[in-house]
């Protein structure tokens, strides 16, 4: 009975050694022409979308740009006319210094925070962990309503919660700190810096604990102390995320509109107004819609010198 099966089997090999054994692909399939529908029909709509949403505004924006616009009125071309008027006005050139202040101020002092948090929280991450939410939940309130807190913070009477508490120890105390163009600025630094520190604490805690316990385990049994450890294992490989926070970060700051517009409307006399706030003030309020389109564009070639390098770096790593 044995010998009966064995000699079935023995019948058998030969016709499955007769078809082809599929090749191991590992999960991965090559691509076929008949793929090419429904690959179509996902891809379409969302290049419909980011045409109409993305690539049509912008190449409507640097054609307006050559225009002068005022109002209702016929537009005239005026060629380079917008960005050479631009690069003359003087309140322009001290938009592009607000900007960079402000800029490098939030990502300097966000990053910064963040980083310090996360290499203190990795050393106790249950504990800390309700202090890592309340943190980020100050990065997920809107700007808008960030801003409208800092105003009754930063409020000139004895009202605002700044003033008051300085009045505690010194009487009478009272500032008004966003009617002053330099303390303006740096009421706003802070305020952007406080909402924007959330995601470099969420990142850089992410890239610490990315960090092989056998190198924190070997630091400890070699005596360690929290210092050395922070300063030659936790803080060096956590770079990784210490970039990644100063790029996205850096980007929102240029970007930063909402909190300017109600914190302080880009005074006093337009000494914390960045190009963006410009852009929107020369197209929306003075109705020219040419130059503000040029401050766009400005604007555009600035995130866009951040971005692509950044992007450029880190889609070589990836490969």
């Known amino acids: 009975m044995s010998s009966g099966a064995a000699d ?11 078809r082809p054994e599929p090749a191991d692909t590992g999960g991965w399939r090559p ?3 008949t793929d090419a529908p429904a690959a179509m029909f996902l891809i379409v709509p969302v290049l419909v979308l980011f045409g109409i ?10 054609r ?14 005026v060629g380079l006319g917008n960005y050479l008027t631009l690069f003359g006005d003087p309140t322009f050139r001290n938009t592009i210094a607000t900007t960079l202040l402000f800029t490098l101020g939030v990502t300097a002092i966000s990053v910064a925070l963040g980083w310090a948090m996360a290499m203190l929280c990795s050393f106790a991450p249950a504990q800390t962990l309700p202090f890592r939410m309340m943190v980020f939940a100050a990065f997920a309130i809107p700007e808008t309503v960030s801003g409208y807190m800092w105003v009754t913070i930063l409020r000139p009477d004895r009202a605002g919660l700044l003033n008051s508490v300085i009045g505690a120890f010194i009487p009478d105390f009272s500032r008004a700190w966003l009617g ?13 810096s406080w909402s924007a520190v959330g995601l470099p604490l969420l990142v850089c805690f992410a890239a610490v604990r990315a960090i092989p316990k056998s ?23 956590s770079l990784t995320g210490v970039r990644v926070a100063i790029f996205i970060n850096l980007l929102g700051a240029l ?58 770096q880190r889609t070589a790593q990836a490969k």
């Open 180 to 192: 002053d163009a330099t303390t303006a600025r740096w009421a706003l630094i802070i305020a952007a």
């Open 64 to 77: 307006l740009s050559f225009y002068e616009i005022r109002g209702l009125a016929e537009p005239s071309y």
């Open 8 to 18: 079935r089997g023995a019948t058998s090999r030969p016709a499955r050694e007769g």
């Open 215 to 237: 190198l924190i385990e070997a630091a400890y049994v070699d005596g360690a102390r929290p210092i050395s450890m922070m300063r030659h294992i936790l803080m060096p490989l």
């Open 53 to 62: 949403a993305v690539v049509y505004p912008l190449i409507e924006t640097i």
């Open 255 to 312: 970007r930063a509109f909402d909190i300017i517009f109600v914190l302080t409307g880009g005074g006093p006399v337009r000494a914390t107004e960045t190009i963006g706030y410009f852009m929107y003030r020369e197209s929306m309020t003075q109705f020219k819609l040419g130059y503000g389109a040029a401050a766009t564009v400005v604007l555009l070639i600035a995130v866009s010198v951040v971005s692509i390098p950044a992007i450029i």
């Open 31 to 33: 691509w076929r022409l």
